[in-house]
């Protein structure tokens, strides 16, 4: 009986330190388990930002070498005149590195985005076939630019919204100019 009255205190504080180990064993665990979860949605998030962005450069430079092919056609038209010849050259070269983008993104981007990019993409494969159809360009150019413009805006909200940005609208359309933002007077 009196081994047991000696012990008890004992074996009662060996349980507390067992209790107080697998306590904090298991807090570090979880700890470490949301730190590494937060440390793999930062990469992740990096790579879909880089795959996002080297992919709006792919799109956006068959979008402006085709408006430059295409400047001759369009009334005042902004972007310098490319030559025939070496627009279809340059493009040919652009395509490959849209190729090599637009996959990054399909591997990487959620189901809106990788639909706004497809849709922006289309959007500017009509102007490039435009380009390409010179001399002889469809009628309604204006309409496949605006097309494009609309398209790439959709695809940087989509990104955006993809991953967490926040700010606010950045269209880049031509709004109406009823639509337009008053302009503040100092």
Do not use: C
């Not at 992740?44 to 080297?54: N, T």
């Not at 706004?116 to 076939?129: G, P």
């Amino acid at each position: 009986m009196r081994l047991l009255e000696t012990m008890m205190p004992q074996v009662a504080a060996l349980i507390g330190v067992v209790v107080g180990t697998v306590g904090t064993i298991i807090a570090t665990t979880v700890a470490e388990r949301a730190r590494w979860r937060r440390s793999q949605m930062v990469r992740w998030d990096e790579r879909r930002l880089d795959a996002y962005a080297d992919f709006t450069r792919a799109v956006k430079e068959i979008h402006l070498l085709a408006l430059g092919m295409l400047s001759a056609h369009r009334p005042g038209a902004r972007t310098p005149a490319l030559d025939r010849e070496e627009g279809l050259a340059r493009l040919a070269e652009a395509d490959v590195r849209h190729t090599l983008t637009w996959e990054a993104v399909l591997l990487l981007g959620d189901e809106v985005t990788v639909g706004a990019a497809s849709a922006w993409r289309h959007a500017v494969r009509a102007l490039e076939q435009a380009a390409r159809s010179l001399p002889d360009p469809p009628d309604d150019l204006t309409e496949l630019v605006r097309r494009a413009d609309e398209t790439r805006d959709g695809f940087y909200r989509a990104a955006r919204g993809s991953l967490g940005v926040r700010g606010g609208i950045v269209d880049q359309v031509r709004r109406p100019a009823d639509n337009r933002v008053p302009a503040i007077r100092l």
